[in-house]
């Protein structure tokens, strides 16, 4: 509905524009930016990625953001109101940034563990990931500031994107990969976003699928927006279903589609739809006379540190516990601190969902915090994971060589190296720089204080001429062309050219990157200094040291930004470099050793078995350290279920394939994703979808479930469960359905609805599971419709895929017909 809650002033506003006006406003004004129209009393909108922060219109590390955990974390809480709270969040940040539409979330599947954007999208299940999705945007809404629900659909991995084009049937679409979006659309999305990938032989800004379902039968009045770049002709996607091309001014649209309008090949209805699909939007942002403000609430920075702290806690999982945690600081005097992240966590995935952030707690900060004024806290890094060591240069190492302050220089340069434009920056990672007319060069120089002696790597990333010299020496000088045209490569995460020098410790250097501004190559300029690679088995040997001196080792290893990041699927799933070595080491050492994953994604654990106890953290966001040290000393509970499965290895995993062949990649495992594999393979992963583990324990002692409901209607499964331990604690109950006998292809069993329920120790509480009918329905590919098969379903209630306590039966019988 319009501003006033009526189409019909829409309708006048677009009456008083001409078609040039309207297919202006089709495309954007800037790269974030929506086009205006004065006339009307419509402004620009402002729109900014998510969903683990808002950057706001530029890369610029001097106006940091506030980070969230990553969508795996919030879809891993199992727990709607945090997710829509921390949506509401999201919403204070946009309003305080200036931003009307947050680019988020993404709701494409983990339909391999291999997906390199795993991190940025929350599950395997599209039930858990509609109804994650579906509180993140109830939560940004609420406040006035527009969701986007993206990817549609079957952008669930990296590799070719930009032209893969994916091969899935009818039936999959609609109950695995449509599903999570026909949920955000009835949460009320305001906008959804059109993937670059083509499905079933069409791109998907020209695709049928954003008219039916999309549009007609789920009723989306919203607008339809491409990824950045996505649109690469006029005609087609203006007579489908899509409204906003991004980014702008440059775009297929504009005089070519006027003309196409005017010889009749586009219908100028479908320009109008567009437009009050977009004016409607501008209303809703409060980007359209009459005005009305964000209703986003003022938030003080120790309630939304305290909330983010939660955050960590709520979306932890304690994958294993063989009695070490929680650990009880009165009994420990040495506690030794082990891992390359456990100083340098990941925080957040690489791409364009990135955001500079306000300030990050880390592990070892947190576990030095909690334990101040008693235990003694050793830290010892260990081998570092490759990548992890190459990190921008920055305020800790660096200083800018003309004033001093710590950070870096950046220049601007004409073609003949006079200086345009100088400034003090904080990062030696540089993506969108101002750059005024005549610009041709793009200068980072630094005084580098190196810690230690040796052969330094230093890196610069970006396409063009690059160079780079140390103290007046050039070590590298070469042209590096731009071999791809994707976006997040180009503008977000160049390729890194590497070259090395010789330092020596305390002894400043002076460095100085060039990069010459190519056409088309983007301005992105990333300069990266890593020390000189350690003694892997000397810092695993004094590692395993420290640990056999303490009374409990918390190891932490990760992935890095290199392995999980847009624009990149992942090869393997063991940990880089010498991290399996390290926990091995440090284990037989010290029985009482706690193991950190801090990663987005699944990773290979071939110790899982061998150490006290492992706590899956993935990407936490900037109170990483202060939420984890509240899980590892009992001050919270690990909150936390699995969203995806997890294999003991790739060799096990049912479903790997993310690459195309011949531009295509077939979904050949059609409804058989994730858990569904796993059951269908009839293995056993490391650990099932759900899983799992708080400090206490439960006994599921009686459910109630109808014995038979009408074809259509939902139910509810309640489970009474008693806490049998020794403290508080949160379940969450799972129900999953089976239908042995079916008709039709069905999976082993599917998830069906879940509700997690708090207890005191030694308390009883009922869990009432709300089973939708859409779990218990199918589509019909003959006759082209939803359908609910008559006869007896199984029922089962636990604690994962793979933990059923409990089975029964319904019987669904047809509905009556009535006259």
Known sequence: MGPDGDDRVLDRHIAELTLEQKVRLLTGATTWRTAGESGIGLREMVMSDGPAGVRGEAWDE??????????????????????????????????????DVVLAPALNLHRTPLGGRHFECFSEDPELTGRTGAALIRGIQAHGVAATAKHFVANDSETDRLTVDVRVSERALREVYLAPFEAAVEAG??????????????????????????????????VVVTDWGALRSAEEPARAALDLAMPGPQSPWGTALVQAVKDGRVAEAAVDDKVRRLLRLAGRVGALTPRRRHRVPVRRSRDTRALL????????????NRGVLPLDPAELSTVAVIGAHAASPRTQGGGSAGVFPSGVVTPLAGIRARLRGGARVVHVPGPPPPGLAAAPLDTDRCSDPRSGAPGVLLRVLDESGRELRAEHRLSGRQLEPDLPPGAHTVEISALLRPRRTGEWTFGVGGFGRMTLAVDGLTVLDGVFPRETDDPAVVHVSPPVQEARAMLTSKRPVHVVA????????????????????????????????????????????????????????????????????????????????????????????????????????????????????????????????????????????????????????PYAEGLHVGH????????????????????????????????????????????????????????????????????????VRWFAGYAAVRAEAGRTVTAEVEVAARALR??????RAWSTEPGPYRLMAGRSAGDLRWEGEVTVERRALTG
């Not at 305001?190 to 039968?217: C, F, I, Q």
């Not at 003694?535 to 932490?556: N, P, S, Y």
């Not at 594999?677 to 009686?702: K, Q, V």
């Not at 199918?778 to 006759?783: A, G, I, K, R, Y």
């Open 514 to 665: 060039r990069r010459e501004l190519a056409p088309g190559c983007g301005r992105a300029t990333v300069v990266t200094a890593a020390p000189p690679a350690p003694d892997a088995r000397g810092m695993t040997a004094a590692a395993a040291e420290a640990a056999g001196e303490a009374d409990v080792a918390i190891v932490v290893v990760g992935t890095t930004e290199h392995d999980e990041t847009e624009g990149y699927d992942r090869r393997e799933l063991s940990l880089g470099g010498l991290q399996d070595d390290l926990v091995r080491a440090v284990a037989a050492a010290n029985p009482r050793t706690v193991v950190v994953v801090n990663s987005g994604g699944p990773v290979a654990l071939p110790w899982r078995e061998d150490v006290g106890a492992v706590l899956l953290a993935w990407f936490p966001g900037q109170e990483a350290g202060a939420g984890l040290a509240d899980v590892l000393f009992g001050l919270e509970e690990p909150g936390g279920r699995l969203p995806t499965t997890w294999g003991a290895s790739l060799a096990d995993t049912p479903v790997t394939r993310t690459g195309p062949a011949g531009g295509r990649l």
């Open 62 to 99: 001097r106006r940091p953001s506030v980070l969230l955990p990553s969508a795996s974390a919030l879809a891993a809480m199992w727990d709607e109101p945090l997710v829509e709270e921390l949506g509401g969040l999201l919403a204070a940040e946009a309003a305080r940034k200036g931003v």
């Open 309 to 320: 702290r939660r955050a960590v806690a709520a979306g932890s999982v304690l994958l294993g």
């Open 676 to 747: 569904r594999a796993w059951l269908r393979a009839g293995r056993a992963p490391a650990f099932w979808f759900g899983h799992g583990l708080g400090y206490t324990t439960w006994e599921y002692e009686a459910v109630d479930a109808p014995t038979r409901v009408a074809a259509g209607d939902a139910f509810t499964v309640r489970v009474r469960l008693r806490n049998t331990g020794t403290r508080a604690g949160r379940e969450v109950v799972q129900v999953y359905a089976a239908r042995p006998g079916s008709a039709v292809e069905r999976p």
């Open 189 to 222: 999305v305001w906008l959804v976003m059109a993937g670059y990938n083509g499905v079933n032989g069409v791109t998907m800004t020209s695709h049928p699928l954003l008219d039916e379902p999309l549009k007609r039968e789920w009723g989306f009045d919203g």
């Open 778 to 783: 199918h589509w019909s590919e003959e006759e």
